[in-house]
């Protein structure tokens, strides 16, 4: 064992050592990948509040919760603790409030605060709620208006007053204790007052109960909804958490897959640099044949090689992709609030087994990329080994079968991309194009080989570095391919998501030209979460609709709910009317008034395309929803287009939901300014009728404006990984031409006694990048654009049910593509230098 | 043509001072063929270096065709190393993706000269390879790639040869060949030849022989 080991470090791991920039290269490339995916993995966990929406903090140990659309009947509450089944139950309001003073949101309860006392520990331990003084005291200040506890972590001070706004009004209220919220801020309020506070007086958001037995949880959630109305749903507590992590599951993957981009790339080097070092052992490895080593020695030596190098690599990228989590748990958290749920990022967790899957990862990769040139290596005969004049070329490539192969990967890609989705993954999907990936890189070597045959008379003209540059590229085309497909896949990456996104971005944009066409959009100031809904003051509208120069308003309600376990969104609009109405596209094709008229019948419902999707329902459909206290059904009229969320929508007349739901206060309105009407003036009218409330007014640019703000911050996540993945690709691309430098010094020296200058060599150098760079950009928007078919039109679409409008982003694509090409050119600078400075008179002689 | 005047020459090895060359003078007129021998070490390739203007010497003088070697810069002794030398090696040193006029050719295009290929050609004649121009290095016999060296070396047409252990690589019947092939191309283009080998044989075709021991010249012998 000793032995073994000090071989391969004398024959295999010192010769590593003396090459320390090219090491370091490869090194740090796999590291570069390693962090990448641990990042986004650790990053996913923290950002998604390891999947609690914030209002699930503050739930006790209740197995159960009673909910309903629009807000349990608080009746019920009385009905359930008359149950003869001896439940422990508690009801809640949640939601959300703005402080004034800061702009930030901070969730809000309403609690049974005696009830729940022990829910709420003091700072110092014992119930806060206790802490205020004398008993006296204590329901003095339940019974207090405006009266507040305040989570620890808020640092909010007992009798602090502080203004938040919920919904459209802004209120003072005092704190009357602080509670250790073990850093999960919220702000508690007593029941009663929370009910006006959020308008909803009448109602309970949810009720939380215990049964006294929990393994009974299943039958006692029967027995209750057995004697609750239909529209009223019972089910475990944390359901939703559930809901919400089934909805972030096809967000996460995909993030996930995404970020083993740049350890593919890595994949690739690795390869590249196990290729590099056989080519360089040939000899060696004859000379241990002969002495008795055999294929498995030889073997083992070179896989074993990679794993250390996945080692090393693996060990500089779990700290590596700690401190990247801190950054990538922003961007997705972000993203995870504007898109899903409202979500407070949680710690950052590395815990054993992420370091072990690091470990894991990295070696991994490293020891399948090196199996390859590792197993060459065990095949090469001892004696053609040793036969001096071996050089790389000699090696065989087989382009042809290569392109072969490749083209039948091409199609298997193709038939994969026709494949349904399995269980709501799109896996085929993935499989389809890593397909196309592994068909790309097989044609490379035969694309390389005839573009310089064709390209040859060209090459001669454009200079003796060009030519030289080109022989260099074709005499080692192993090498080459496998640089080339390295960062071609990070090229393919960066264009198939950049044409994706801008695909997405143009049909977004050109969605709401056609489905924003309100002159003014207003909302409760309170904050806008997916989750909730909150609502403005019904006599607003009406406010508003009276002033000189609006022609109309338009109110929109909107129900938090859930369809099949997956949380939806029910809405309800006004549908009378003769102002104007945007463009609506609708699957049928029909007008928008000629579907508006169906849904004014009442029994007809309007969905947006991801909630087909989700739920595989057409137009002509029944639908069953819950709406307040019943179950009604809806025929599907239509479906539309809607980018505004990955939830579904339901949109019916307002004149239907009101026979479930009869609250009239709107959660938006729209304003429609008169024909002719000068729009600064309208918006400084509304700006009058408003005050007193608090509500936000967007003019239809604005709007459009925040959400294309918005569309572009959720992508920032996926820009940075395509930056690293291109960085991984580069930096290989300088380890490369570094070893080529390194394998061809004596030709270099030999092209220096023969009166090439220290400029022509340099040039040489950099052609050879430069041309590197062109193959791979050309192979990769190549690539990039199957890509971007199968993100578009497959792995987008089963994920999330949006349709998206191919869209070519001309400007930004050449920007990146000439970008990576000069970085290409770049990274040949250091090899040009070590190239330089060679010394022609010791590669060349032979004493 | 070109001419060495005590020449001193040390290198720094492993923190010792060697020196390579001590007080070396020699002159090689134009179409003079010059053999050096001496053992494996004795300063041979050093003294072609320094004759090829491939390096300075630490003290004494390299002219090559009137023109001094010392003190020039790198682009200096680069042009000067296109115009006038050109190099043949014991491992011909041919570039393996490079066919054989392309090979040839290269010095004339590094000097970005034009007509090119036509002059290639012509070389590649000369040292009798006409009609393998298309070749690739390791579809050739050693013999045959040697040719090619030599073609490449006098392809613009230097006033100095150097050659280093010319025929190290190849058989005896061979490498009287090549030897005649320098014999003849030094006769026809009037180029001033230094040859460095430690075969006695090899050196017997040249028309004066210096004897390099230790870095000094202990003998010369002219025809």
Redesign the interface.
């Known amino acids: 064992m000793i032995a073994s080991a000090k071989l391969f470090w004398r024959l295999m791991m010192r010769p590593l050592v003396r090459e320390p920039v090219r090491m370091g290269l490869t090194v740090l490339a796999i590291a570069l990948g390693v962090a990448v995916v641990l990042a986004i993995d650790l990053a996913g966990n923290a950002a998604t509040g390891s999947f609690h929406s914030s209002l699930e903090t503050l739930t006790g140990n209740y197995n159960l919760e009673v909910t309903a659309t629009g807000g349990v009947p608080e009746q019920i509450v009385g009905q359930l603790s008359t149950l003869p089944l001896n439940l422990s139950i508690s009801p809640r309001m949640e939601d959300f409030a703005i402080v004034a003073e800061t702009r930030k949101s901070v969730v809000l309860f309403g609690l049974d605060l005696i009830g729940e006392a022990n829910l709420v520990p003091g700072q110092s331990g014992d119930s806060s709620l206790q802490n205020s003084g004398s008993q006296e005291d204590v329901f003095k200040n339940f019974s207090a208006d405006n009266s507040i506890w305040a989570g620890g972590s808020l640092g909010w001070k007992k009798d602090q007053k502080v203004s938040l706004i919920i919904g459209d009004r802004e209120n003072t209220f005092t704190v009357r204790g602080v509670y250790d919220d073990q850093n999960q801020p919220a702000v508690l309020m007593d029941f009663a007052e929370a009910q006006r506070a959020f308008a909803r007086t009448g109602k309970v958001d949810r009720i939380l109960i215990r049964t006294p037995k929990r393994e009974n949880a299943e039958i006692s959630a029967k027995q209750i909804a057995a004697l609750l109305p239909s529209g009223i749903e019972v089910r475990s507590a944390g359901t939703s958490t559930e809901e919400n992590r089934k909805m972030l599951a096809a967000f996460r993957w995909n993030l996930k897959l995404l970020s083993y981009i740049a350890l593919i790339v890595g994949a690739f080097l690795i390869y590249n640099t196990i290729s590099v070092s056989v080519v360089r052992r040939r000899a060696e490895i004859g000379i241990a044949r002969a002495l008795g080593a055999n294929r498995a020695d030889i073997l083992l030596a070179f896989t074993c090689e990679a794993a250390v190098l996945g080692l090393v690599g693996a060990a500089i990228g779990i700290p590596l992709g700690r401190i990247m989590a801190g950054g990538a748990v922003k961007l997705m958290g972000s993203t995870v609030n504007a898109l899903y749920v409202s979500s407070r990022p949680g710690p950052i967790e590395l815990g054993i087994s992420s370091v072990l899957t690091a470990f894991v990862v990295g070696m991994g990769v490293a020891v399948v990329a090196a199996f390859a040139p590792a197993q060459e290596a065990s095949q090469i005969p001892p004696i053609e080994a040793m036969a001096r004049?071996r050089?790389e070329?000699?090696v065989r490539v087989h382009k042809t079968r290569d392109l072969l192969i490749g083209l039948f990967l091409a199609a298997a890609s193709w038939l994969a991309a026709k494949a349904a989705p399995v269980n709501g993954k799109p896996l085929f999907g993935y499989v389809a194009a890593l397909l196309i990936i592994v068909a790309g890189t097989l044609a490379i070597p035969a694309a390389v080989s005839s573009v310089m045959r064709i390209s040859g008379a060209a090459l001669r003209k454009s200079?003796?570095a060009a030519?030289?540059a080109s022989?260099?590229l074709?005499?080692s085309l192993r090498r080459t391919s496998v640089l080339v497909g390295a960062l071609a896949t990070a090229v393919a990456m960066m264009v198939s998501v950049g044409i994706m996104v801008g695909s997405f971005r143009t049909t977004v944009i050109q969605w709401m030209e056609g489905e924003v066409p309100a002159d003014f959009y207003l909302r409760p100031a309170g904050n806008p979460s997916l989750e909730k809904h909150p609502t403005i003051s019904p006599e607003l509208a009406d406010k508003l609709a009276a002033l000189p120069g609006v022609e109309a308003v338009d109110r929109l309600r909107a129900y938090m709910a859930n369809y099949e376990g997956i949380p939806t969104t029910v809405a309800a609009a006004d549908f009378h009317g003769s102002h104007k109405r945007g463009r609506s596209d609708f699957f049928s094709g029909r007008t928008g008034e000629e579907v508006f008229q169906e849904l004014r019948g009442g029994n007809s419902v309007i969905v947006s395309e991801p909630f087909t999707y989700k739920h595989n329902v057409k137009v002509g459909d029944t639908i069953s929803l819950r709406l307040g206290t019943s179950l009604a059904s809806f025929r599907i009229a239509d479906v539309y287009y809607d980018y505004g969320s990955e939830r579904g929508f339901i949109l019916m007349d307002r004149s239907a939901i009101k026979k479930y739901l009869p609250d009239d206060a709107p959660s938006n309105l729209a304003v429609y300014a008169a024909n002719g009407a000068d729009l600064r003036q309208v918006h400084e009218q509304i700006e009058r009728a408003t005050a007193g409330y608090r509500v936000l007014i967007f003019s239809n640019a604005d709007l459009r404006r925040e959400a294309v703000k918005i569309f572009d911050k959720t992508f920032a996540i996926t820009y940075a990984l395509e930056a690293v993945a291109v960085l991984v690709a580069v930096m290989g691309v300088a380890g490369a031409l570094l070893a080529l430098v390194i394998d061809r010094k004596?030709?270099l020296g030999?092209?220096?006694?023969?009166?090439?200058?220290?400029a022509?060599i340099r040039r040489m150098i950099l052609a050879e990048a430069a041309l590197l760079g062109l193959f791979a950009n050309a192979a990769g928007l190549l690539l990039g654009f199957a890509l971007s078919l199968v993100l578009v039109f497959v792995i987008n679409k089963q994920s999330f049910g949006w349709t998206i409008r191919f869209h070519w982003p001309v400007a930004i694509l050449s920007a990146a593509i000439s970008l990576i090409f000069a970085a290409t050119v770049l990274a040949g600078f250091y090899p040009a230098r070590v190239a330089v400075r060679l010394n022609?008179?010791e590669v060349?002689?032979?004493? | 043509m070109v001419w060495l005047r005590n020449v001193v020459k040390n290198y720094s090895a492993d923190g010792q001072l060697v020196r390579a060359l001590d007080g070396v003078s020699l002159e090689v007129a134009p179409g003079e063929f010059v053999a050096v021998v001496g053992r494996s070490g004795c300063g041979k390739s050093t003294l072609l270096n320094l004759a090829g203007a491939m390096d300075f010497p630490t003290s004494g003088e390299v002219l090559l065709d009137r023109t001094s070697t010392n003190s020039r810069d790198d682009s200096t002794l680069t042009k000067l190393r296109r115009e006038k030398v050109g190099f043949v090696f014991q491992s011909f040193q041919l570039i393996n993706t490079l066919s054989v006029v392309e090979n040839v050719e290269l010095p004339i295009l590094l000097a970005g000269a034009s007509n090119a290929r036509a002059i290639a050609l012509d070389r590649i004649a000369s040292v009798e390879l006409a009609g393998l121009e298309h070749r690739m290095p390791h579809q050739l016999s050693g013999g045959q790639m040697q040719r090619v060296a030599i073609a490449r070396a006098l392809v613009n047409k230097p006033k100095i040869l150097l050659a280093d252990e010319p025929t190290g690589n190849l058989d005896t019947t061979t490498g009287s060949i090549i030897l005649g092939l320098l014999k003849r191309l030094t006769r026809e283009q009037n180029t001033a030849t230094l040859m460095a080998t430690h075969s006695a044989e090899a050196a017997a075709i040249a028309d004066t022989i210096v004897e390099l021991r230790d870095g000094k010249i202990t003998g010369v012998k002219r025809k």
């Not at chain 1, 060349?844 to 004493?847: I, N, Y």
């Open positions: 004049g050089k070329f000699l200079g003796v030519l030289l022989r260099s074709v005499g004596r030709e030999l092209l220096r006694f023969a009166g090439a200058t220290s022509q022609p008179i060349v002689h032979e004493e």
